[in-house]
């Protein structure tokens, strides 16, 4: 409540007057003293000149109200006259100047408070433009203000920042499409596309426009004349995945028909030297017991010295140890060419303790009385658990590029890069003229002072990036051993693993001379991904269907058929199915870009597949197959694929039944499905995201006969017949095939209008 002002007669108590007169001039003495500390502490001391009045005296003398109007203290009540009554202090010369020093000092500080005060202004005017614009919205008439309104506000924002997210995805997602992969498997150009942003990068893969639509034959003839390459493979896991590793090695990295190939296969020599080995970070505090007995029982874990992780820095630290610690076998198996010699090829070291699932030939050299010391490998491969490996399949192609003569110039065009005629040398997988080494004793002088420089895998190009698929790539030992020692490298450890392993090959000092070898047919992802690159299990007979309709569907697609011809230089090569161009003075003028039409995106038909299609669950084609019929439904191109349930009629289920059954007698067996071959089909599987996958990947891939029982049955009747007698045989009880192809498939004959 305010003060009020009493009137009281100072006469009638004089003694009140007097103690009052005393205590306030023992309350101006202690201000005094007060005030003097004030400006020593702040002032430097002045000497107080003689004849003049105290500033207690001076404050006795002055009347004092009977009470303070101010509701300030006392004592800063009392200390305002000190400093504006007193005008001998002003007038005092020695006083005066330091306040004059305490003012140059604000002014000497002015400028940098001006500056903070001018980006509080800049700051305070964003923050009122904010703050205006805030409180227009939050006064509109439609800004919600009841609980209801607000709960339903929030709702429809998150809607519409979950929809604003799926649609970025889906924008930057370059995988919209499924791929074409039956060109893949057909054009070398399709296969390796090449890179109009850097076209000196790559070596000749990159640089086939030709149309050429036969891919080269593979396994070349002189495969099993070269020694076998040295293959370090491995296997990405983590601490927890312990039923995965029990899977890969009793598939995989055991079996017989992975690591001998199909048919009576090898015996192994191909394989002798491919070691496979589980790579993990630092295992997590509750599992380290358990990865200790696990490495004690089967001798093939690594522990990197890094915590476990996908793409902060593991990829590098595996090739970091592996080029310090990664051995293989010898070559134990004299071949006719003898095996190259390299930069690495004196490095050697005593064997360490064997897996169980390590080449048998390596088993057999330990136990025997001088076991031979182990050399570096040719290749380090990188693998994610969760795809399946053909290491026949595998060590077939690297080895090919291994023994491959590089090009001497060190460039390719895109004239050389079309298919010529058959008397010119034989061409290689990737599109790239190569020349296999002679067999000859000094085959090898020609790598003695140049390592190979290989990339491999499976290239994924789009928009931003291309690089090889993380599922499975494979570094050359010179890489490798540039990739630990180059501290440029060091520095791009982190992010996805696989791009940033195509940005050190760009980084190669001799990165002109880096083949990126690429492998689109023969690596997918599991039938039942539901991927782009997901498609039915696919094996040479079915691969050779699918080069055959392709052939025709380009020769329609490009304008030659019957009612159009190809220019005068070029010709149509039957027997390869492919565009040939002449190896004449006047065919080096020709431009190939002639030969492209502009038909847009390549077909969908390209991308078809008779198991599974992109972005759809798969079903199997009847509910009620048994376990070998469902895996046989999951073969690219099987009978068994192909069939649709007539729903429509009366006797759909004894008609599903039969088609299983007539499906299931009619399927290929495994030397039919390689064509007589040991390798040249399915390298990788990838995607298998659950243990039934990968349990149905192995069925399909290494499990099977060589002849099925009606193949068995045919075979015994063609040795027992003539051509005549088998007709005629054939004529009355045909119900599938043609006079022409007697034995044909109901899916052959169904495809090619032969019923």
Not at 443 to 461: E, H, K, M, N, R
Request: glycine share 4%; net charge neutral.
């Amino acid at each position: 409540m305010p003060h009020s002002v009493e009137l009281v007669d100072t006469r009638s108590r004089p003694s009140y007057e007097e103690d009052y007169t005393s205590s306030s001039s023992s309350e101006s003495t202690h201000m005094s003293r007060f005030q003097s500390r004030r400006s020593h502490f702040l002032l430097p001391p002045s000497p107080v000149p003689s004849g003049h009045s105290s500033v207690a005296s001076s404050a006795s003398s002055t009347p004092i109200p009977s009470r303070s109007g101010s509701p300030l203290p006392q004592f800063l009540v009392n200390s305002r006259p000190v400093l504006s009554t007193t005008s001998d202090t002003d007038s005092d010369p020695t006083t005066a100047t330091p306040l004059r020093n305490r003012n140059l000092w604000r002014q000497e500080r002015r400028s940098w408070w001006q500056i903070s005060r001018r980006s509080r202004r800049r700051h305070g005017r964003t923050w009122r433009f904010l703050n205006r614009w805030a409180k227009r919205i939050v006064r509109h008439p439609l800004f919600p203000r009841q609980p209801i309104t607000i709960v339903l506000s929030l709702i429809l924002l998150s809607l519409f920042a979950i929809l604003l997210t799926l649609f970025l995805i889906y924008i930057l997602n370059p995988d919209k499409d499924p791929l074409p992969w039956r060109a893949y498997c057909s054009m070398p150009s399709m296969n390796s596309p090449p890179d109009p942003t850097n076209p000196s990068l790559y070596h000749d893969p990159f640089h086939n426009y030709s149309i050429g639509m036969s891919a080269p034959a593979f396994p070349h003839d002189e495969l099993d004349t070269l020694p076998p390459a040295g293959l370090f493979v491995g296997v990405f896991s983590t601490d927890s995945a312990f039923e995965r590793r029990a899977l890969v090695r009793s598939t995989w990295a055991s079996h017989p028909r992975s690591r001998e190939g199909a048919g009576d296969g090898d015996d192994g020599v191909g394989t002798s030297r491919t070691i496979v080995r589980f790579i993990l970070g630092q295992p997590r505090k509750d599992w380290e017991r358990r990865i200790q007995l696990e490495m004690e029982e089967y001798h093939d874990i690594i522990i990197l010295p890094v915590a476990e992780n996908m793409n902060a820095g593991k990829s590098h630290t595996y090739f970091s140890w592996a080029s310090i610690n990664a051995w293989v076998p010898p070559v134990y198996m004299k071949t006719p060419v003898p095996p190259p010699l390299f930069s690495y090829s004196n490095a050697s070291k005593p064997p360490p303790p064997l897996a169980s699932h390590d080449p048998s030939d390596a088993w057999q050299d330990l136990s025997s009385p001088q076991p031979q010391a182990w050399v570096r490998p040719d290749f380090v491969v990188k693998v994610d658990d969760d795809a399946f490996v053909m290491l026949a399949e595998l060590e077939a192609r690297l080895r090919l590029e291994m023994h491959a003569k590089p090009p001497a110039d060190g460039s390719s065009s895109q004239r050389n890069a079309i298919h010529r005629r058959s008397d010119t040398p034989p061409r290689h997988n990737n599109g790239s003229y190569r020349k296999l080494l002679s067999v000859q004793t000094n085959a090898y002088s020609t790598f003695q002072d140049q390592d190979p420089l290989i990339y491999w895998g499976y290239l994924v190009t789009n928009r931003l990036h291309r690089f090889m698929a993380g599922e499975l790539y494979a570094l050359s030992w010179s890489l490798v051993d540039w990739v630990a020692r180059d501290p440029s490298v060091k520095e791009l450890t982190r992010g996805a693993e696989d791009k940033q392993t195509a940005k050190w090959m760009k980084m190669h000092p001799q990165a002109e001379k880096v083949r990126w070898i690429s492998e689109r047919c023969w690596i997918y992802d599991h039938p039942r991904a539901g991927t782009v690159y997901g498609h039915g299990f696919l094996f040479p007979s079915e691969v050779r269907r699918v080069r055959k309709s392709m052939s025709s569907a380009l020769k329609h697609l490009l304008h030659f058929g019957a009612s159009s011809s190809l220019p005068s230089s070029l010709s149509w090569d039957t027997e390869t199915q492919a565009i040939s161009l002449p190896s004449s003075p006047d065919s080096e003028q020709f431009d190939p870009n002639e030969l492209l039409t502009p038909y847009g995106g390549t077909p969908a038909s390209w991308a078809q597949s008779s198991v599974s299609t992109f972005h759809v669950r798969y079903t199997p084609p009847v509910s009620d197959l048994g376990t070998l019929e469902s895996i046989e439904a999951l073969v690219e191109g099987s009978e068994m694929s192909s069939i649709r349930p007539d729903t429509t009629s009366s006797l759909s289920t004894t008609s599903t039944q039969d088609a299983v059954s007539r499906a299931w007698a009619n399927r290929e067996g495994r030397n039919a499905r390689y064509e007589g071959k040991r390798v040249g089909g399915t390298i990788v599987v990838h995607f298998i995201k659950q243990n039934t996958w990968f349990l149905e990947t192995a069925l399909a891939l290494l499990e099977g006969d060589d002849y099925t029982q009606a193949e068995s049955q045919k075979q015994d009747i063609l040795e027992d017949c003539d051509s005549d007698e088998t007709q005629n045989i054939f004529d009355g009880q045909r119900t599938i095939g043609s006079l022409d192809s007697p034995f044909a498939t109901y899916a052959e004959t169904v495809r090619y209008g032969r019923r």
